[in-house]
């Protein structure tokens, strides 16, 4: 396994992260921090209390919405994380949880370390020949297993591709 570092990355410490002030929770997720945002929703670094592990929770955030149109959004979300929950393959995130709480609907899934595809490539980064065929052929065994599965990603692009490590991909969303 590759554990070369990218810049910028570091490893979960979690103790820092239970020591962490929560800033509000999820179902039983305390969340510490907001790690991104996109146009519908934000995922945050958080901790499951339970299990006592960092995990990351994706929020859809959909307020100046209609009923109808929010509620179809968080079906939408819902049927992702069904989707995704029944795939174990080591270059797809893993989903642990999804619900709907009083705070909207979410996704709990692992904590990753590391920066998407698109950060990485706008900050510079190029893999040579040899990582570009690695970080290739791991996302289309990924891709292939989950349309084995019955799953297809419609969304692939560097944006949904984290990168932890310098040939370790993880398709996202």
């Known amino acids: 396994m590759d554990t070369e570092c990218l810049p910028g990355m570091a490893p979960v410490d979690e103790r820092k992260l239970q020591a962490m002030a929560t800033i509000g929770h999820v179902g039983r997720y305390a969340l510490k921090h907001q790690v991104g945002i996109g146009g519908l929703g934000a995922v ?9 592990r960092p995990i990351a929770v994706k929020m859809l955030r959909v307020c100046d919405l209609g009923a109808a149109q929010r509620e179809s959004l968080e079906q939408q979300l819902l049927a992702e994380a069904r989707a995704a929950g029944g795939l174990n393959h080591p270059h797809i995130v893993t989903v642990y949880d999804a619900g709907l709480a009083e705070e909207g609907v979410y996704i709990a899934m692992e904590r990753l370390q590391g920066r998407d595809l698109r950060q ?3 900050d510079g980064w190029r893999p040579d020949m040899v990582q570009a065929a690695r970080i290739a052929k791991r996302l289309a065994d990924a891709l292939a297993y989950a349309h084995g599965k019955g799953v297809v990603h419609r969304d692939v692009k560097p944006a949904n591709i984290f990168m932890v490590g310098r040939t370790q991909p993880k398709v996202l969303d």
């Open 120 to 122: 990485l490539l706008a």
């Open 44 to 52: 945050y670094a958080a901790l499951d209390p339970l299990l006592s």
